[in-house]
């Protein structure tokens, strides 16, 4: 069965620190990849996907994810994170064919201290 | 504004009534999706339906069902609520079709659900 794993629960930053989530799935066929951002008190939003070609991917605010299909990760960065970044941080897979369903990994809460 | 709409924005029953929680959107969108998010755990699939007329289980389906009578709506419904159902509720949109970016998912705000 497919499934996905986020190893970081939760995450302290400051501000100007560089930020790497990790998240590694199982599924042995093709893939697509998301990351969802939830705000507080918000619902998800999409920072960025991966579908194909270029395996590293770049999304809003400055966000960017690298595939490495060798290691199944889709690992979330940013090179200099805000206080306005605090939120709930969460991957996704699909399998590229067959069907529309998601599997979510659990989540990493990133607070930002300003 | 296209999107996706919930109601209730949020809700508190008594265990054993009967409630159901309304999505609706207005994109067209043929597959729509309930989720349940709780501390931890993440997102987990409640149930789904790829086109109207038809649904399928998700991981977590038991207590709950749903409906797809028309394309922009997809009510799901708690028989007979128990505590372990206080969550909070997304639903979600997505297209259908071949290419792999029609598999994005929308979201909508959410249903805080408490059952005492």
């Known amino acids: 069965a497919q499934s996905v794993s986020q190893h970081n629960h939760h995450v302290i930053l400051s501000e100007a620190a560089s930020l790497e989530l990790g998240c590694n799935y199982s599924?042995?066929?093709?893939?697509?990849l998301f990351w969802y951002v939830q705000y507080p008190g918000q619902h998800l939003q999409l920072l960025l996907k991966?579908?194909?070609?270029?395996?590293l991917v770049k999304g809003i605010k400055g966000f960017e994810a690298e595939f490495i299909k060798s290691k199944f990760s889709f690992n979330l960065r940013k090179p200099s994170v805000q206080w306005s970044d605090t939120a709930e941080y969460f991957c996704a897979v699909n399998a590229a064919s067959g069907t529309y369903k998601y599997i979510f990994g659990t989540g990493t809460r990133l607070k930002v201290l300003a | 504004i296209a999107g996706i709409t919930q109601a209730p924005t949020s809700q508190i029953l008594a265990a054993g009534r009967r409630m159901t929680l309304r999505c609706t959107q207005d994109?067209?969108?043929?597959?729509m999706y309930w989720y349940r998010q709780d501390l931890g755990l993440g997102l987990r699939l409640i149930h789904y339906?790829?086109?109207?007329?038809?649904?399928g289980k998700g991981e977590v389906p038991d207590g709950y069902s749903v409906s797809r009578a028309n394309t922009d709506d997809f009510p799901l419904t708690l028989a007979s609520a128990v505590p372990s159902q206080t969550s909070v509720y997304f639903c979600a949109s997505s297209k259908t079709g071949t290419s792999s970016s029609y598999n994005e998912q929308f979201f909508g705000p959410g249903t805080r659900l408490t059952v005492l």
């Open positions: 991966y579908f194909s070609g270029d395996p």
């Open positions: 339906s790829n086109t109207a007329g038809t649904t």
């Open positions: 994109m067209r969108h043929n597959a």
């Open positions: 599924y042995g066929g093709t893939v697509n």
